[in-house]
């Protein structure tokens, strides 16, 4: 054990020792109580490691799925720390509440180099509260346990939370360094990124999102629409879309974003061919997919998937950027009959000759899913709705505060 850490975590100095907190970002996807994708448990390794490794007493803080402010079995981090565990290859101590009597006898209970998970910080209501005083009430908690505090959830760190926010306020801090490589990437794509820049969006978080198309219009040179979020463009076209994902009250957001596009230059690219289905896939029926024209969804059906015409058309358009940012699946993946567009995309930016971003939960865990090997993009954001706010220009809270 040395003491001495590199990169972003330097700035803590010798922390043998020291019980430092870390934020990180272990919210995977479970299926019960296994977990369906490590990808986020992975990305948290690095920073862990090199605490452990200086001789630091490890003390990570982290929430799992969306628990309403109290205890919820179904949402314990349990699992997600053996997982942890594995992956380090040492022991890692679990307590069985964030801030009380378990925690605090784990924490006393660590030595030099030795990794505890605080359970699920999310089952305290105050974590998330809009209220200062409430919020601050629990990160005093939080920061009493420790003596310093790295920020490595870069998922988490547009939100103005106690384990995010509210505790850098009151900790010795730095950033970790997934939360520092994932800044740099994105300085990247907004700081005189290489032409030409094309973003694909999808995905289902569409009134999310479409914030980002407003800055991205003065910046990217094409825009490609898949998803959930392409049928509130094809209505703002005035088509059909049967009983697609729609979100009525934004069709003017993207008709002024059509025009602007067309004013400024930008190529806005939709699917021309879509795949639709009757019913939203559930467990107990078969897919029975169909392909029909964007202009042309009848009125029972759903639109799951770009279709193969717009895949190739999409795959072209991205064959000769030199900067792609992708969030955001085409069509529900989860489901073999609607992945192939998000399949086409994944493929096509494999053979982008310049730097690729993957941002967002569900297109990495796409990316995976689908068999895709992790190193042939160049890179993969844990965060989707932080990266997207960075790109928008939104001050994220959580990297504010480290600056202070
Ligand atoms: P990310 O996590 O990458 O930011 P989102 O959370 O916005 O992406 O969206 C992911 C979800 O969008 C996936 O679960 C996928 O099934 C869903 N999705 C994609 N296309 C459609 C569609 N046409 N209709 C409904 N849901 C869709
Ligand atoms: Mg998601």
């Known amino acids: 054990m040395t003491g001495s850490l590199s990169g972003s975590l330097a700035r803590l100095g010798d922390v043998r020792g020291r019980r430092v907190l870390v934020r990180s970002d272990l919210n995977v996807p479970l299926d019960g109580s296994s977990i369906s994708d490590d990808g986020r448990i992975r990305a948290s390794v ?9 001789g630091a007493r490890v003390v990570v803080t982290a929430h799992l799925g969306r628990p309403k402010g109290e205890p919820d079995p179904a949402y314990s981090l349990r699992p997600v720390a053996a997982r942890l565990g594995e992956l380090l290859g040492r022991p890692v101590a679990f307590a069985t509440d964030t801030v009380g009597e378990s925690a605090t006898a784990t924490v006393a209970g660590l030595q030099d180099g030795d990794v505890a998970v605080l359970e699920n910080v999310r089952f305290n209501a105050d974590e998330t509260s809009k209220d200062e005083g409430s919020r601050g009430g629990f990160a005093d908690q ?17 939100r103005r939370q106690a384990s ?14 997934l939360v520092a490589a994932e800044i740099d990437v994105l300085r990247r794509l907004t700081v005189d990124p290489a032409r030409p820049y094309v973003v694909v969006l ?24 898949g998803g959930g979020m392409v049928f509130t463009f094809l209505a703002a076209q005035g088509h059909q879309v049967g009983r697609s994902l729609l979100e009525e009250d934004q069709l003017d957001v993207c008709r002024a974003y059509l025009q602007r596009a067309q004013e400024s230059g930008v190529e806005i690219i939709l699917p021309t061919d879509v795949v639709v289905d009757t019913t939203f896939p559930s467990g107990d029926r078969e897919p029975t997919p169909d392909v029909v024209a964007a202009d042309a969804i009848p009125a029972d059906a759903l639109g799951l998937d770009i279709g193969p015409e ?10 000769d950027a030199r900067t792609v940012f992708w969030n955001g699946p085409m069509g529900v993946f989860e ?12 493929q096509a930016l494999t053979q982008v000759d310049g730097l690729t971003v993957v941002g967002g939960g569900d297109s990495a865990a796409a990316v995976r899913q689908l068999g895709f090997d992790e190193g042939a993009f160049g890179h993969i954001s844990t965060g989707g709705g932080a990266s997207l706010e960075y790109l928008e220009g939104k001050e994220l809270p959580g990297i504010a505060v480290l600056e202070r």
């Open 142 to 158: 939080l920061a009493g346990l420790a003596d310093a505090f790295v920020s490595d959830g870069f998922g988490v760190v547009h």
């Open 202 to 225: 999808g995905g289902s978080k569409v009134s999310d999102k479409l914030g980002v198309i407003d800055n991205l219009l003065g910046k990217a040179d094409k825009l490609l629409i």
């Open 164 to 177: 995010v926010y509210d505790v850098a306020l009151r900790l010795p801090h730095a950033m970790g360094t």
């Open 310 to 319: 717009s895949g190739k058309a999409f795959a072209a358009a991205l064959s």
């Open 46 to 54: 690095p920073t862990i490691r090199a605490l452990s490794d200086a």
């Open 335 to 346: 489901v073999e009959a609607f992945a192939e567009g998000t399949r086409a995309v994944a």
